[in-house]
């Protein structure tokens, strides 16, 4: 599918790209630029013959494939980089979880003779280095690529191939919405779930016990999430606008809940708990997490 | 351990405690009160010959064990059967979520004769009903035994005695101390992910598209939590006064987090974002979870 393939950071996501690539034979040669010492070590015991290298220069400029996974606010050094070295037939695309930004940050820095096409897929965990990566990481999982006006749709179409053989469903979307989406499904819980998290530590200072080793009643589920890693969160939370939108109207739910408990109104709180469980039926239909309950992790 | 024990409402936790007391052999015969015909046939297939009462009366005057295990809801009603026929030696608990309001309940109406001391087994699961149950629900769980001023240690004693048997750890708290740990552990960890499922379902209307089929990047965990019992969580919720200062903490970091973002300070939002990870070592360390990363549900 590509003769040689460049991965930009190879991390959780990066090296379950690598993983995936390498295993469906989709690169005939695969490049890493990794500055991490360990994870190079922990790299090389996934394929020994990969080339590493350190610096973006003229070694890269023969490949026909560029995959982004780095943190997004590495993303602008990274450009002036690959305008400097790579050809105008390579495919350029990246994995950040936002998109309005790294669209903007492409069009104005970007050399215009270079392709990017930018993808997102929906995969990861709290956990992230490259010893915790996969090759079916992808499996069943959404690819969100992202549609612009006057993007050279052969391009789109081999990124969308290039995914469908990870085992991805691909679907396109221009970046707003996508912002829009995922502020909702995966910006704001993670956000709620830091806040949460902040909250019983704070709780915990102030009643002065040891609240934390109580969580297996519902905190515990929200520390997973709010374990993630930190530097991609940041960029995250930087650069998708939506946040704000997505805090004030969670906010303004937050406060009339508070008002129904306060008010004792037992018919709004009974509907607004029945009316939580339509969401679970949808998300166990799409797919999205199976029906088999949780008694906790063991 | 007990000639005869009555478990009233047995549906995921009266189920689970009627399965374990049969396995450990932990009472002589067991009566279930139980008015739904489906939980009724569900509990059959778990033991043959237990013995079913529809209503509270002379039935259950030779009882030594009695476990409330229906919503909290419930417990005024089931006080005044039990009034009228326990005998003075019977130990009562009940294994509700909130404790100050049923220590109030029980010093206003149960017979000063009898003895009740209350349990909170820190067990469960988003689903509910019989055929969810199981012996080991208890195993390696928290079970919270109230503690109150000039309670009969011998009582206090046996009960914990049977907690273990069924696996627990037990701790001894006064009812104050146990609602105001538990408004933030669990009480307002099941509040936000109702609050986030309604502001995803808020968002689905506001944007008139399909969100919640792309919930595998955080909003599915909080579905399942909230899917929990509707009316188990009605009570709790009218029953922790607790909670609204939970609440309150919460919107104050809350507000805090967005002026953070809004402000770009990268300083303090790197610092949010670790300091989470520590209570996440914590709930680890205390055996409140796994260490094993999640990569979704498959």
Redo the contacts between chains.
């Keep these: 599918m590509f003769k040689k393939t460049l991965i930009i950071g190879c991390g959780l996501i990066g090296s379950s790209i690598l993983r995936a690539i390498h295993s469906k034979k989709l690169s005939k040669s695969i490049i890493v630029f990794e500055k991490s010492a360990k994870n190079i070590s922990r790299i090389k015991k996934i394929k020994s013959n990969i080339r590493f290298v350190k610096i973006l220069n003229n070694q890269i400029s023969d490949v026909d494939l560029v995959i982004i996974c780095t943190p997004m606010s590495e993303y602008k050094k990274i450009i002036l980089k690959l305008n400097k070295n790579l050809k105008s037939k390579c495919l350029i695309t990246d994995v950040g979880s936002t998109k309005t930004n790294i669209i903007k940050l492409k069009n104005k820095y970007l050399n215009k003779k270079l392709i990017w096409v930018s993808s997102h897929p ?6 992230s280095g490259p010893e ?1 990566g ?1 090759k079916n ?1 992808f499996l069943n ?2 690819c969100v690529i992202i549609k612009e006006k006057r993007k050279i749709p052969k391009k789109i179409n081999l990124l969308k191939k290039f995914w469908k053989k990870l085992g991805s469903k691909v679907i396109l979307m221009d970046s707003n ?1 996508h912002d ?3 502020s ?21 200072k102030i ?1 002065r ?1 040891n ?17 993630s890693n ?2 991609m ?2 960029d995250i ?2 650069s998708n606008d939506n ?2 939108n ?2 004030n ?3 303004k ?3 009339s ?2 008002k129904i ?2 008010s ?1 109104n ?1 018919k709004k ?2 509907s ?9 039926k ?2 166990i239909l ?1 797919k ?3 029906a ?7």
């Design positions: 929906i995969a990861g965990s709290e956990v915790y996969s990481l999982k959404w919405n829009k989406i995922f909702i499904t995966s910006h704001l819980p993670h956000l709620i779930a830091y806040n949460l998290i902040k909250t019983a530590q704070d709780s915990q009643q016990k609240l934390i080793q109580y969580s297996a009643g519902g905190l515990r589920d929200f520390s997973r999430i709010a374990a930190e530097i969160w940041r939370f930087f946040i704000i997505a805090i109207l969670f906010s739910n937050l406060n809940f508070k408990i306060q004792k037992n709180l009974l607004k708990l029945v009316n939580s469980k339509k969401v679970r949808q998300i799409s999205q997490d199976v088999k309950p949780d008694f906790g992790r063991e």
